[in-house]
């Protein structure tokens, strides 16, 4: 178990901020590394070839240990969407085959198949909700030998229910389906080891769970996806690209792995600092550590939530970070309102409460959300 560690935020006593999975506030030392880094950029002579280099790799090589893979395997991404997209412009899906969606999935996780089904002349299957049944259980059962893509998430962004990968990685294996993840809303929260899981692309963004600044994030691309043609065709993710000298002699050649698909100026002078600091704090703290402290407090919020008659998605079926509380049908239209006013913050998506603490909150911090929703509802 971790004690709290809002110290190392900057939250002030009266406010209780449960909203991780709308985005999480930064860390001090992480504003105080971008605040470097952005005095850096205001004397560009200071900047040298390394500095273009140099904090990339490094951010690569700390993420890679969060999730089992080589370094060479990610690539620096803005967002989801840019992510996904890399990833649908590279998979050859066949023609009139089936993708598997489920259900109220993040838009970024949508789009990109809807536009790539229009393409291909493919179908999307959204996969419902049924009760007396996991969602895992609900994909299998539409995973045959027609279905060439599984787009899903670890985690319902909504209500958190949890989802397993590895089994469907095992069945994508059984009818040579490929698999493709948005893992923003665990990866950081919860352990989840690539050699395991195994997917094709999947991509993070920093905003949530990893603590980091906006626009950052990674893509993960399996050593056979490496080859692919990239959204942008930039210059430093080219061989040789160091020798600033010599870019005019223009190469077809890319570094190898999936920098390939590195953003533009993924050279981030201001925010890569920040990025890196993030990492290394989630890290000092370990994934597990991290893992656990939020399970144990969850369940206990979870009870109370209960005691007050809101309907909680059971513990070993969702994230243990996640908190999904489904909304009586007489719900106040402006509940998130009442509570801002008592500086009480979280979400409300599909229905539910969304409710997702970090290690920043403290008792207080449940004394107040329980009290202003008994007071409320």
């Known amino acids: 178990m ?38 850096l950029k205001s004397q560009p002579w200071r900047l040298g070839i390394p500095d273009f280099y140099d904090q990339v790799d ?14 060479q395997n990610l690539a620096i991404v803005p967002s989801t969407s840019y992510g996904i997209q890399t ?7 066949g023609k009139k085959k089936k993708i598997i969606l489920i259900e109220n999935q993040f838009p970024s996780h949508v789009y990109p198949w809807k536009r790539i089904a229009n393409k291909s002349d493919c179908f999307i299957k959204f996969i419902e909700t049924v009760e007396n049944e996991t969602i895992t259980d609900s994909i299998l059962k539409e995973m045959d030998e027609n279905c060439a893509l599984v787009a899903v998430p670890n985690v319902t962004w909504t209500s958190g229910k949890l989802i397993d990968l590895i089994t469907l990685r095992k069945r994508c294996d059984d009818i040579n389906c490929f698999m493709v993840l948005d893992l923003t809303q ?20 920093n905003y949530k769970w990893m603590l980091g600044p906006y626009t950052t994030g990674f893509l993960y691309a399996s050593p ?3 080859f692919g043609e990239p959204i942008e065709e930039g210059w430093i993710t080219r061989k040789d690209s160091k020798n600033f000298s010599n870019l005019v002699n223009y190469t077809d050649h890319y570094e190898s792995g999936a920098i390939r698909y590195d953003m533009g100026e993924r050279s981030n002078f201001a925010l890569m ?21 939020l399970k144990v407090q969850n369940i206990s919020l979870s009870d109370r939530l209960e005691t007050i008659g809101l309907a909680v998605t059971p513990d070993g079926e969702r994230g243990s970070h996640f908190i999904g509380a489904k909304l009586p049908k007489n719900h106040p239209k402006n ?16 229905g539910f409460l969304r409710i997702t603490p970090h290690l920043w909150n403290n008792e207080n911090d449940f004394d107040r959300l329980i009290d202003g929703l008994s007071s409320i509802l």
Request: charged content about 25%.
């Open 224 to 226: 056979e996806n490496c």
């Open 186 to 205: 665990s990866v950081g929260a919860m352990q989840i080891d690539f050699k395991q899981v195994r997917p094709d692309f999947a991509v993070v963004s």
């Open 87 to 93: 990833a649908a412009n590279n998979l050859k899906l």
């Open 335 to 350: 509940l998130l309102k009442l509570l801002e006013k008592e500086n009480i913050f979280l979400s409300e998506r599909g």
């Open 273 to 293: 600092p920040g990025v890196i600091k993030a990492l290394e704090q989630i890290l000092e703290w370990g994934i597990k550590n991290i893992e656990e402290t």
């Open 2 to 39: 971790i004690k709290s560690q809002r110290n190392l935020f900057n939250i002030p006593d009266d406010i209780a901020y449960l909203n991780t999975a709308y985005m999480s506030p930064l860390l001090n030392s992480v504003i105080t590394a971008i605040e470097e880094g952005a005095r």
């Open 58 to 71: 490094q951010a690569r090589l700390l993420f890679s240990k969060i999730i089992n893979v080589n370094p």
